[in-house]
């Protein structure tokens, strides 16, 4: 597994924009596909974004899709979540995730390392 460290979150304003970093520690990065997930008090864990290792192909919940993106530097072994367009409901604590094996990108059950999680705040 890998261990991950998430940075980047605070508080904006709705309209806003964030970019969140992970930085993963680990020679064997480029041999797992990535996710970002997040989580409000009271609520399940939801799936946010994810990018396959390899082709880099990238998923979304339709939720984020058009605001979102997902990318990665394997050489900075990093990956980031840019955030635009914020609005209130997106407020979460937002966790980086990794799995090295999978079919289903979209389910944070799949994914075998995780980071502490980065607090993100969007007013009204």
């Known amino acids: 597994q890998l261990q991950l460290v998430e940075s980047g979150g605070g508080l904006v304003q709705a309209g806003g924009s964030l970019r969140l970093s992970c930085a993963a520690s680990?020679?064997?990065?480029?041999?797992?596909?990535m996710g970002w997930m997040r989580q409000t008090p009271g609520r399940e864990r939801e799936f946010v974004a994810a990018?396959?290792?390899?082709?880099?192909?990238?998923y979304y919940a339709e939720s984020v899709k058009g605001r979102f993106t997902i990318s990665r530097d394997n050489k900075q072994n990093t990956v980031y979540l840019q955030m635009n367009s914020l609005k209130p409901e997106d407020t979460a604590v937002y966790y980086c995730a990794a799995v090295f094996s999978t079919a289903d990108y979209t389910s944070p059950s799949e994914y075998e390392s995780w980071g502490q999680g980065t607090p993100v705040t969007v007013s009204s």
């Open positions: 990018i396959r290792r390899g082709n880099d192909r990238t």
């Open positions: 680990g020679r064997r990065f480029m041999s797992y596909s």
